[in-house]
């Protein structure tokens, strides 16, 4: 057995009482979410001029952030794998890469539907932060295909690697775009320099959901990268055989 055999690391755990503390993660993140749910449904106030449609923003900017989060510790991942050839990070590039392709949808799929009844459409092919985030998504819907495109794990994990790195220097520009060309998104009311625009209720939920969302990436990838230890672990069983 080779390298390319190892499953032991911080993210491959034998022990019993281990997984059974790690179980315990999708639990929480679970309701978290739904708890945040609750609260943008129940206890949070309406915006004066979107009304209820605007609630959707607790859902849509979550995902966005943990999408970006992803991809980029894809890349660091990718890149630190590219030096040190460790197997580990290969694994957790792939499920970091899978888990930000589900957030993405997510918000490709909310970012329509408030936009309807707020900009009267669901889509706009000029507006550069729209397209630019599906040209992201089809980047890491791309680099799953490639994995399951090469046979060789090394070869595999060396082009995977490169593909996630450079996919993810496009999230800055899809930051960045509000401030160079015109789009229907406005200027962002948090992420600035400034002090955030929001009102302290509608703070507090926005912040909730991020945590929430973030418990519920950190669950995700923890299951996914597991499932890859042990697919690892079967295959090289069957080539040893």
């Known amino acids: 057995m080779g390298r390319w055999h190892i499953v ?5 755990s034998n ?11 999708p639990t929480i993140a679970a309701a978290a979410v739904i708890g945040t749910v609750i609260r943008v449904a129940l ?8 009304g209820a449609a ?7 900017v979550p995902a966005a952030w943990v999408a ?19 197997q580990r990070l290969d694994r957790f590039a792939e499920s970091s890469a899978e888990v930000g392709v589900v957030f993405t949808t997510v918000v490709l799929i909310t970012g329509p539907l408030w936009a309807k009844p707020i900009w009267g459409t669901y889509w706009a092919w000029w507006d550069v932060r729209l397209i630019s985030t599906l040209f992201l998504w089809f980047i890491y819907i791309a680099y799953i295909v490639l994995r399951g495109a090469v046979e ?5 994990a060396r082009y995977s690697a490169v593909l996630g790195i450079l996919g993810a220097l496009l999230i800055p520009f899809i930051h960045l775009s509000v401030y160079l060309f015109s789009t229907m998104h406005p200027l962002p009311i948090v992420g600035k320099p400034s ?4 009102p302290s209720e509608m703070l507090l939920t926005l912040f909730l959901s991020v ?12 299951s996914r990268y597991r499932y890859a230890v042990e697919r690892d672990v079967a295959s090289a069983a069957h080539d040893d055989a």
């Open 8 to 12: 032991t690391g911080p993210f491959a």
């Open 15 to 25: 022990a019993s009482h281990t997984d059974m503390k790690i179980s315990w993660l």
């Open 43 to 50: 206890f949070t106030p309406l915006e004066a001029k979107q």
């Open 54 to 60: 605007q609630k959707i923003f607790y859902i849509h």
């Open 68 to 86: 970006f989060f992803a991809f980029g510790l894809v890349a660091i991942a990718s890149g630190v794998f590219l030096w040190l050839r460790d």
């Open 152 to 156: 060789s794990p090394e070869l595999r």
């Open 195 to 198: 002090k955030p625009s929001l």
């Open 211 to 222: 945590f929430s969302f973030t418990l519920l990436y950190f669950a995700f990838v923890r």
